[in-house]
C-alpha cells in the first residue's frame, strides 16, 4: 500500500543460535521475565461430595431389621466376587522352526562362515527338529570337525553333493543330546567348599565318540564312491579362503 510506514522490525530477546540451540536457557529466561515474582493464589479446592454407593430399602418383617443397604452398581453376574484370584488362561505358543533353504539337503557340502571351524567344509545330514539346526560333521578323521549343530545362517551351500542315502543317522542325535550339561555353582560365604575346584575341563563322552566313528564311517564310504573322490579328500581338507581379485557375490559355489 503507497505511502504506509514500515515497522520496525521486531527482535526477540531469546533467539536461535543454531537449529535446536537457544540463546538464553529456560531457567534464563525465566529470571528474566520476573516469573519468580509473580504472586502466585491459590484457589480453594471445592468440596465435592463422594457418590452413593448404596442405597437403603425398607424390608418388613420384625427380625429383619426393617431396612437393607442394597449396591448401586452390582456389577456383572458372570464374574466371580473375587476377582484377583482370576487368572488369565495360558497360551500353549510353539516356537517357529526356520524352514529349511531349497540350496541345502542332505550331502551337500556347506562352509562354515563362523566360529572355530570358519572356513571349513562339511557334509549336511538333517535338520533338527526341536531347534531347526542343521547336523553337520567333517567328517572329523578329514578336517577335525565334530557332529556338531549349527544355523543355517551362518553357512555357505555348495553345488557339490554326496550320495548318503545309504547313511543312517542315529535318532538319538538330537537337540537333547548336545545340550551342554550345567553344573550348580558352589556356595559363597561361609557354607562355601574351600577344596571345590573351580572350573571343570569338557570331557567328551564315550557315547559321543561311538557316535562320530559310526556316522564317519559311512561318510567316508561315501565319499569313496563319489566320482571325484580323490579330489573330495584334499576339498575338505582345505579351508575356504578369497583372493584379491575374487568378489564373493561373484562367485558361484
Given amino acids: 500500500m503507497a505511502g504506509a510506514k514500515k515497522g520496525t522490525p521486531r527482535f526477540r530477546r531469546n533467539y536461535e543460535l543454531a537449529p535446536g540451540v537457544m540463546r538464553f536457557s529456560a531457567a534464563r529466561m525465566f529470571h528474566k521475565r520476573?516469573?519468580?515474582?509473580?504472586?502466585?493464589?491459590?484457589?480453594?479446592?471445592?468440596?465435592?461430595?463422594?457418590?452413593?454407593a448404596f442405597t437403603v430399602k425398607k424390608i418388613g418383617g420384625a427380625k429383619n431389621g426393617g431396612e437393607r443397604k442394597v449396591a448401586l452398581n452390582k456389577g456383572?453376574?458372570?464374574?466371580?466376587?473375587?476377582?484377583?484370584?482370576?487368572?488369565?488362561?495360558?497360551?500353549?505358543?510353539?516356537?517357529?522352526?526356520?524352514?529349511?533353504?531349497?540350496?541345502?539337503?542332505?550331502?551337500?557340502?556347506?562352509?562354515?562362515?563362523?566360529?572355530?571351524h570358519k572356513g571349513k567344509r562339511v557334509v549336511f545330514l538333517k535338520q533338527l527338529a526341536k531347534t531347526?539346526?542343521?547336523?553337520?560333521?567333517?567328517?572329523?578323521?578329514?578336517n577335525n570337525v565334530p557332529l556338531r549343530r549349527i544355523a543355517q545362517s551362518f553357512v555357505i551351500a555348495?553345488?557339490?553333493?554326496?550320495?548318503?542315502?545309504?547313511?543312517?543317522?542315529?535318532?538319538?542325535?538330537?537337540?537333547?543330546?548336545?545340550?551342554?550339561?550345567?553344573?550348580?555353582?558352589?556356595?559363597?560365604?561361609?557354607?562355601?567348599?574351600?577344596?571345590a575346584s573351580g572350573h571343570e575341563e569338557y570331557k567328551v563322552s564315550d557315547?559321543?565318540?561311538?557316535?562320530?566313528?559310526?556316522?564317519?564311517?559311512?561318510?567316508?564310504?561315501?565319499i569313496k564312491k563319489h566320482p571325484e573322490r580323490s579330489f573330495l579328500r584334499g576339498y575338505f581338507t582345505t579351508r575356504f579362503a578369497l583372493k584379491r581379485s575374487q568378489l564373493p557375490h561373484k562367485l558361484v559355489f
Fill in 207 to 222: 557315547e559321543r565318540k561311538a557316535n562320530q566313528k559310526l556316522v564317519d564311517k559311512a561318510i567316508l564310504a561315501a
Fill in 34 to 52: 520476573g516469573s519468580a515474582l509473580n504472586k502466585k493464589t491459590k484457589v480453594a479446592k471445592k468440596a465435592v461430595a463422594a457418590p452413593a
Fill in 76 to 116: 456383572s453376574k458372570l464374574l466371580t466376587e473375587d476377582r484377583v484370584l482370576d487368572k488369565p488362561a495360558k497360551v500353549a505358543r510353539k516356537a517357529k522352526i526356520a524352514p529349511l533353504r531349497k540350496s541345502i539337503t542332505p550331502g551337500t557340502v556347506l562352509i562354515i562362515l563362523a566360529g572355530r
Fill in 158 to 195: 555348495t553345488s557339490t553333493k554326496i550320495d548318503i542315502s545309504g547313511v543312517k543317522v542315529p535318532e538319538t542325535l538330537n537337540d537333547e543330546f548336545f545340550k551342554r550339561k550345567v553344573t550348580k555353582q558352589p556356595k559363597k560365604g561361609d557354607q562355601a567348599n574351600i577344596f
Fill in 132 to 142: 531347526g539346526l542343521l547336523l553337520v560333521t567333517g567328517p572329523h578323521q578329514l
